[in-house]
Structure formats: C-alpha cells, structure tokens
C-alpha cells in the first residue's frame, strides 16, 4: 500500500525480544535494563495475524530482529509459519551471530532466505570492548557455519566508531573481498547510549574516501534491482567478489524511499525508526479485534507514516524514546 507521501510500504522489521547476547556499547547499557515480561510480548499467534494483516496490504518481506532475535525460544518455527503466509517473498534476519553456530542448520531449514550479521570489528579484543563479552569466536565460527551450509544471501552489518574500530575499515570491507558477501557500513545514529558512551560515528563520507584510497575507485550497483532492498547504496569494488554498502542515516536522508514499517516486541507498531508515531497492536489484538478491522487500522496508521526521522532536529518533540535493543535497527 501506499503512504500519504506515496512511498510504497512493502516491508516490516519485527521485533521479537528486547532481550539480548551481547551488551553493545552504543546499543545497550551493561545493568539497569528494564526487560519485557513474557506476557508483555507478543506471542506468535499475534504476530502471525499482524504478519498476515500486513502481507493482504502488500507487504512481501519480514525481517526479524531484537534484541537478539534468536534467543527467542521457537523462532525457527516462527520463520516456518511466516513464509506460509501468502504474499511473502522474504523472511530474513538481524543478528549478532552469537547462536547462528548451533542454529544455522535450523534456520536455513525452516526457510529463512537471507541473513544480516552485525560485525563492527574482526579483532576479539576489540569485539569484547564493544560487546562488554568475549565471544568474537563464535560469530566467526556461526559466519563459517553459514557459508559452509551454502547460504548466499549474507551481509554484514559494521558502525564504524572513531577510536574504536575506524582503521580497521579497509580490513572489514575485504570480507566482500574473500566471500560474496555485502559488508554495510552504517552511520551511528542518536539513539539509545550511542553518544552517552562518548562513541563518535564516522560519517560514511570518510569511510569512502579511506575504501578508495585502500582500494581504488568505488563502482556503484544500480538501486531498484530489488524493490525489497534498503536504504544501502551499493558499490563493486576492483577484484572484490561480493560489494560494499553504506546506510547515510544522518547526513543523506534515506526518507524519501523509506518501504518498511517496525513492529516492536510488545506489539506497537512503529511508523518511523526516530519517532513516537504509531499504533497499540497488542491492545487490539488482546481486545479481540477481527481481521478485518485490523487490516483497517494497519492501512490507517501506515497512512500516517511520518515524511523524515528527523534526526538531526534537536527540537523534535515526536523523537522516541525506545533504544536499538527495543526496536530492532
Ligand atoms: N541483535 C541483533 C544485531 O545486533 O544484529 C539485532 C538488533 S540490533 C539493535 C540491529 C542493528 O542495530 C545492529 O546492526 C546494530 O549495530 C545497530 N545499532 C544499534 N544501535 C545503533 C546506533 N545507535 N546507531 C547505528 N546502529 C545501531
Ligand atoms: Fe544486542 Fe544487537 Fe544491541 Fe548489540 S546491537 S546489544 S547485539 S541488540
């Protein structure tokens, strides 16, 4: 369906726990955070209807994140269910990589066609730095894992941050070199303790400018070769087989073709990434609405979707509140 400014909405990122694996610096705090409660969240059979709402008004691919997606117990099953609804094309995943050792299989298994993992450095110190856990082996034994099972749809998720993993960005691109994979730089946006924790992001900018120095120019991939794909501009690089992609979050707005929607784990349906705007779910579902009037109240509220994030406007008084871990990226 279309938005009021005509954008397209054919994508949902869900949300299935605010808990996680991993404590990332700029995500989330070490201590004092205040977890869902199983009755908060929403269960599958809830999910599944609003997956179900959503994909009769269009939307063709369902993304799964958290927190850490998968230390949701069933999500395997989860994934089975949703790529049995009719309409959708793609059921994918955001993850830290932590579990993907003992779960690929499973996943793969049960139909999950793609794979985003997040990988901000390839050096285990530094990974337990920006985690706060020593577990950098893992992800690379769950990326091993994955290739090996012939996944082809993978791609990277890194936030380069000065002083923290900035000069190893070359080294972090040269995964597309070894493997065709997408290695995606992401800027570091406001929100959560991103800032608090004196993390200051490299604007993708630069992180361009130091590719093409390592590595010569930078060849950019047409857009709209999938109508599903992201905000990301790709790009081949000389002798690299897989590409690089940058996510401009602050500097160039990615607004303007924004195709997704957000549902957190308690069930509210988020219209914009930075801003408060959006629907209750679980009340109505928990109120016994039928699928008909839920298919309403999702085209109404995707109507209303917000044109911009607004994160650079300080004034923003719509800004939410929920951190990454809440929302999913
Ligand atoms: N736990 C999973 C993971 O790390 O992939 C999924 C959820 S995590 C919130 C999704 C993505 O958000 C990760 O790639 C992470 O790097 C990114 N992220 C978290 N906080 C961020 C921030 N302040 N700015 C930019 N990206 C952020
Ligand atoms: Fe967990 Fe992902 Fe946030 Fe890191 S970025 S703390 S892995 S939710």
Known sequence: MLDQYERKIEYVRISLTDRCNLRCRYCMPEEGVTKLCHADILNFAEILRVVRGLAALGVKKVRLTGGEPLVRRG???LIRQIRQVP???QVVLTTNGVLLPEMGADLLQAGLTGLNISLDTL???TFAQITRR?????VQAGLEQMLSLGMTDIKFNCVPIYEVNDEEIPALAALAKDY????????????GCAYEVGYEGVPMDEVRARLTKAYGSLHPVGRKIDRLQGPAEYYKVPGFKGQVGFID??????????NRVRLTAEGFLKLCLNQKTGLDLRALLRNG?????????????IYRKPAEHL?????NTARDSRAMYQVGG
Do not use: W, Y
């Open 75 to 77: 999500i395997t099953d």
């Open 87 to 89: 309409g959708i094309e």
């Open 123 to 125: 050096r285990p110190e």
């Open 134 to 138: 020593p577990l950098f082996e893992r």
């Open 180 to 191: 065709s994979v997408k290695v995606r730089f992401i800027e570091l946006m406001p929100i």
């Open 249 to 258: 979050a602050m500097e160039h707005k990615f607004c303007a073709t924004c």
């Open 289 to 301: 609405i039928s699928d008909e009037n839920l298919k309403l109240a999702l085209r109404q509220a």
């Open 311 to 315: 994160f650079t406007d300080r004034e």
